[in-house]
């Protein structure tokens, strides 16, 4: 599945050029032959680079097949100069990211079995929600989506 986080930008943006300016990075950890050019950075890097709070562009991230159990979500979230991003890869309960605080999958809250709430306290509590993100699963896409491994 495919799914976007989406909040409305507290700041003006606007587009220098019509045509977006498409950065890929990574950190090079896994020793993937790249394709096309990457810039070979971490996630914090980037988005210090990038997505700074004081730029007038408009900043989407498209995360791509996070590693499983590591969010970067919160740090994307946390930079003030993204307005958007992105998550490609499976959600909830897959091998993309941190099932809690990336994809806010109740079932993984810490210590879930403890807590005597439900479902809808913990909703309010969905790391992109307290960060006022809004999740939209694109299940349509899900279809269109491959790994490397494809």
Not at 63 to 81: H, N, Q, V, Y
């Amino acid at each position: 599945r495919m799914a976007v986080k989406k909040h409305v930008p507290n700041k003006e943006s606007s587009i220098a050029s019509p045509i977006p300016r498409v950065i890929a990075t990574d950190d090079g950890s896994w020793n993937i032959t790249p394709k096309a050019p990457v810039e070979k950075i971490t996630v914090k890097d980037a988005l210090a680079k990038y997505a700074r709070e004081d730029s007038h562009n408009q900043v989407l991230v498209l995360c791509s097949w996070m590693p499983m159990g590591e969010d970067w979500t919160s740090e994307i979230r946390a930079s003030k100069g993204v307005d958007e991003y992105i998550l490609i890869g499976e959600c909830d309960d897959g091998n993309c990211g941190d099932n809690w605080r990336t994809w806010g999958n109740i079932d993984f809250f810490p210590d879930y079995e403890d807590h005597n709430v439900d479902n809808t306290v913990l909703r309010k509590d969905i790391p992109y929600v307290v960060d006022g993100f809004k999740r939209k699963d694109l299940n349509t896409l899900s279809k269109l989506q491959f790994s490397r491994f494809d």
